[in-house]
């Protein structure tokens, strides 16, 4: 139950943003008496915090990334990006955070940490010198872009791009931004 | 007049979103009867659109870009798009189109029509072969990626690395969209 009302609100959050979500129409949506979603969330802070948490899915399997070769991680990572926005789950918690955290600062402040924190070190995991960090946030820079333009915006051609085309593309970027020569 | 309750809105949809944003508090903060705003703008719809409209100066730049030598036009992208958000004007206003567009559904449309119809065609002008749309946006899905990481979401190291070290590190991925081979 708790489960449904979180993947109501990240669609609420997501598509009618902060002031066009109340936790009255999450209860008519997924059919509960108001006073549940009150029992599980005090408010609905606590129900943006908990739609707009990254899928842990999602970390396990940037992490499972550094586990492949150096050489082959560009085409993982851009695989399992397409992976990943291919489970509804993932998707929509994604889709979620990134379309509230422009408008809401708390969320744009959760998201800054979350990049920060657990996601940069996770891409530059396994990665060697100084510049790890540095190349991940390139990695993540051509990741987001990506993301904005085929699944958030749905931009052409990119939108209907077949995988291994979108792979063939992309992956040759982030692989010299993890292991090629920088500048 | 109209320029300063444009730039006010821009501000006003960019940080309180659309619901954050009343016509009375943009002319309070621009210091005019609220009339005045009614007589230039009718509606709150009028005011985002106009609040929301690309700047020409930056469509400008980019067809400028197209006119550089092929193998310098991977600089030339990065070097005007750091020209561009060093420019207030035109920062503010990208600003507010990425973060509108995120929550309004109205922004986001005209975002997918502006980028569709005038950004990429500007990108792939002077570009050779069948292929020079999706060169066009996987040139964007790079820029959109180093905006939203280094401007909107100024998240470290990419927001305070020197100019001269974004165009080394990030043009050569710009110039392989544009000129060189694909997959």
Chains 1, 2 share one sequence.
Do not use: C
Request: glycine share 4%.
């Amino acid at each position: 139950m708790v489960e449904r009302i979180i993947a109501a609100a990240r669609t609420s959050f997501a598509h009618n943003g902060w002031a066009g979500t109340t936790m009255r129409a999450i209860a008519r949506e997924v059919d509960v008496d108001p006073a549940l979603v009150h029992y599980y969330f005090a408010s609905k802070e606590d129900l943006l915090d908990a739609a707009t948490m990254p899928p842990a899915e999602w970390l396990e399997v940037i992490s499972r990334t550094s586990s492949v070769p150096a050489r082959g991680r560009g085409e993982a990572m851009v695989r399992n990006l397409i992976w990943s926005w291919n489970q509804p789950a993932i998707r929509d918690a994604l889709s979620s955070i990134l379309m509230t955290a422009a408008h809401e600062p708390r969320t744009r402040e959760k998201l800054k940490a979350f990049l920060t924190a657990s996601l940069l070190p996770a891409i530059a995991d396994r990665i060697e010198g100084e510049e790890r960090i540095l190349r991940a946030s390139l990695t993540a820079s051509q990741v987001v872009g990506v993301v904005m333009m085929r699944w958030v915006w749905e931009i052409e051609p990119l939108a209907s791009l077949p995988e291994d085309e979108l792979v063939a593309l992309v992956a040759p970027t982030i692989q010299r931004y993890l292991t090629g020569r920088l500048g």
